[in-house]
């Protein structure tokens, strides 16, 4: 079943946040993953939204993901992230 990674994150340093988007996609794509939103100016039709990008990522299951979110790969670019943001990731199966 398809796996959904959501991260709704505040960037606070965009140099270090920029060393992560410079790689991302190779490892996504190495762990066949694929980016279906990426958007800074997403529009808030209802309530607050205290963060300044969505992003949303698909997975051929939770394997799938697991296997991409502890790979040594995406370990390493991850501190660049985790630097440079605050936010949440949350996962969820398809339907």
């Known amino acids: 079943m398809t796996t959904y990674a959501l991260a709704q994150i505040r960037i606070h340093d965009r140099a270090r946040y920029g060393a992560y988007v410079a790689g991302f996609m190779e490892v996504l794509l190495r762990y066949e993953g ?3 939103v990426a958007d800074e100016a997403p529009e808030v ?4 939204w205290p963060y300044d990008k969505v992003i949303l990522m698909a997975f051929r299951d939770r394997g799938a993901f697991e296997a991409w979110a502890s790979s040594p790969e995406y370990r390493e670019i991850s501190k660049d992230r985790i630097a440079a943001t605050t936010g949440v990731v949350i996962v969820a199966k398809g339907v």
């Open 34 to 36: 694929r980016l279906l």
């Open 45 to 48: 039709v209802e309530g607050e």
